[in-house]
């Protein structure tokens, strides 16, 4: 039988314990009513999956409904060319030699190359794809890995309903229901999954996130501090804004997909995303930094206690 004074600090140690959880369950679900907020205020239809990646926390609205993913789809894209590479059937290195015929519209980078003569590597098309979303550097990539290959890896990592079944462009696709689709859940378990490292290996897993986290215009960045790492690809159709990604947050790093349909103003559907990501950040911002107890510290701070 143990000392009392043993289960006495025992006790302390535990009560301290589920103190300082239960502060941060409030401060979650603060959050978690801020999105709700954003989602139930917007015109149009929203779906929200963000996870905590060290607690494993989420917060999710309409999960598991489909969204058309417009350029979002082309995270994707990405892992399925890193995937490939890896099981050595092409290499990152390989050139490309610019054609005309592979020209499709917002094609900012690549129609402005001089066609048959400019070689680029396959990681270069994939920068260009995920920083401007160049929709002809996608295309081709499409074309170099396979689209049934892309879906045929989705359904290794269980995800039945994020599917590729066009190329950019593609008017007479998209007329006919051919859209691309995912989930707010799936698109999240998808990121999860390349962030660790059950995909690939760690370089790999490394130089992919450093693509999808070059600078773009989009909005899960947009209120955030400069300098904050955070891999993500934004998609945009009439009536449709998306943006899914990983935020990189020191301490406490998060994955955060939302997805807009039915917009009546695209603009409203980007500003909803801009601040559930801002809200988000907060939140976790102040855990990354906080004492069980709820003590925030910031870099430099010497004020006396």
């Known amino acids: 039988m143990k000392p ?4 006495l600090v025992l006790l302390s ?5 589920n103190s300082a959880t239960g502060k941060q369950q409030i401060l979650w679900q603060k959050l978690e009513a801020s999105v709700h907020e954003v989602s139930d205020h917007l015109d149009g239809v929203a779906g929200v999956a963000i996870k905590d990646l060290t607690s494993g926390q989420t917060i999710l609205i309409a999960p598991d409904e489909v969204f058309p993913q417009a350029s979002s789809i082309k995270i994707a894209v990405l892992a399925e060319l890193y995937h490939q590479a890896q099981q050595g059937e ?3 290195t390989d050139l490309y030699t610019v054609a005309k015929s592979d020209l499709v519209p917002d094609s900012d980078i690549m129609a402005g190359l001089t066609a048959g003569t400019t070689k680029i590597t396959l990681r270069d098309l ?9 929709n002809s550097a996608t295309n081709v990539l499409i074309d170099r890995v396979g689209m049934a290959n892309v879906n045929a890896w989705l359904d ?7 599917r590729l079944r066009r190329k950019m462009m593609d008017l007479k696709a998209a007329n006919e229901g051919r859209e691309n689709i995912s989930t707010p859940r ?9 962030y660790r490292g059950k995909v690939l290996n760690r370089e790999m897993t490394e130089d992919f996130f450093q693509v999808l986290s070059t600078h773009k215009d989009s909005w899960i960045p947009r209120d955030l501090p400069g300098g904050l790492k955070i891999a993500n690809k934004p998609g945009a159709l009439e009536g449709v804004r998306n943006d899914s990604g990983i935020v990189f947050l020191a301490n406490r790093p998060y994955a955060i997909c939302v997805m807009t349909s039915y917009l009546r ?9 801009s601040r559930i990501s801002l809200s988000s950040y907060r939140t976790f911002d102040r855990l990354a930094r906080a004492s069980e107890y709820g003590r925030v510290v910031s870099p430099g701070n010497s004020s006396k206690p």
């Open 126 to 134: 994939a920068t260009m794809m995920v920083a401007v979303s160049d």
């Open 13 to 17: 140690s535990s009560l301290a314990q």
């Open 186 to 194: 799936e698109m999240m378990t998808l990121l999860e999954a390349m």
């Open 90 to 92: 092409l290499k990152l």
């Open 156 to 162: 290794t990592l269980g995800l039945p309903h994020t």
């Open 265 to 273: 103003r695209e603009r409203e559907g980007e500003e909803a995303i």
């Open 4 to 7: 009392l004074f043993y289960v």
